[in-house]
C-alpha cells in the first residue's frame, strides 16, 4: 500500500519560503492518483491548499495561498512538491500530502494520507 511521506517543512520568517516534498514510500504514483496537500493549524479543521492531477495539466488552490504556492509533481521520481512563498504567520500550520483516485480532484476525498510536516512562520 502506497504511504505519502512528507518532508521540508520547518521555520521561516514572514516572507521567506519553503518546499515540501511528498514521496510514495511502499508504492509508486499510480498513473491516475491525484496529489492533493492539506493543512491543519492548532485548533482549527483541516483545510485543502492545492490539488494536482496525474499529468500535471490541471491544478487547483485555495484562495488564500493563489499566487504565493506552486504544486507540481515528478512521476519518474514518484514526488510531489509544494512551492511555497512569501509565507505569512497564517500559514503556520501541520501540512499534509493526499492521494487519491481521479474523483479526488473534485471531492477532495483522499484515500493516502502522510503523516505531516509542521511549517511555522514567525513574525
Known amino acids: 500500500q502506497v504511504q505519502p511521506v512528507e518532508s521540508g517543512g520547518g521555520l521561516v520568517q514572514t516572507g521567506g519560503s519553503l518546499r515540501l516534498s511528498c514521496a510514495a514510500s511502499g508504492g509508486t504514483f499510480s498513473s491516475t492518483y491525484v496529489v492533493g496537500w492539506f493543512r491543519q493549524a492548532p485548533g482549527k479543521e483541516r483545510e485543502f491548499v492545492a490539488a494536482?492531477?496525474?499529468?500535471?495539466?490541471?491544478?487547483k488552490y485555495a484562495d488564500s495561498v493563489k499566487g504565493r504556492f506552486t504544486i507540481s509533481r515528478d512521476n519518474a521520481k514518484n514526488t510531489a512538491y509544494l512551492q511555497m512563498n512569501n509565507l505569512k504567520p497564517e500559514d503556520t500550520a501541520v501540512y499534509y500530502c493526499?492521494?487519491?483516485?481521479?474523483?479526488?480532484?473534485?471531492?477532495?476525498?483522499?484515500?493516502?494520507w502522510g503523516q505531516g510536516t509542521q511549517v511555522t512562520v514567525s513574525s
Open positions: 493526499a492521494l487519491g483516485p481521479p474523483s479526488s480532484y473534485r471531492s477532495y476525498e483522499y484515500n493516502y
Open positions: 494536482i492531477t496525474w499529468g500535471g495539466t490541471s491544478t
